[in-house]
């Protein structure tokens, strides 16, 4: 995958704009990010996950999903290595962190929601 591909995963989910973050991109719904592009190097995605979530995927798909080094990575924050994602892996670790943000009638709805 690359970061076009993630930006157009991100952002076909309900709700979904990019905006900027400490010079990278970032996606959010309502205002609270679920995923970032570009740390910490464009070769690399970050989805925010629980650290179930986070554990699951880096048990299955350990070449892809790595946890961000330090405190953000315990908490569940994961960088996606783009080169080695898949579509289907890709849009499911973009849809947990989505639905770890989004408010509850949004998910519930899958409307888009407005900023």
């Known amino acids: 995958m690359s970061a076009s591909d993630f930006r157009r995963a991100a952002l076909a989910l309900p ?4 905006g900027a973050h400490q010079r990278t991109a970032d996606f959010r719904v309502g205002k609270r990010i679920f995923a ?3 740390y910490p190097d ?3 995605g970050m989805v925010k996950l629980t650290q179930e979530q986070q554990s699951l995927l880096i048990e299955a798909e350990p070449d892809i999903f790595r946890p961000v080094p330090g405190g953000w990575g ?7 290595r783009l080169a080695k994602a898949d ?11 989505w639905k770890n943000v989004a408010p509850k009638t949004t998910v519930k709805s899958g409307k888009k929601t407005s900023r």
């Open 74 to 80: 315990k908490q569940g924050y994961t960088n996606v």
């Open 87 to 97: 579509a289907t892996t890709l849009k499911s670790a973009l849809s947990m962190a």
């Open 36 to 38: 970032t592009l570009g």
């Open 42 to 44: 464009d070769a690399w």
């Open 15 to 18: 709700g979904a704009v990019e």
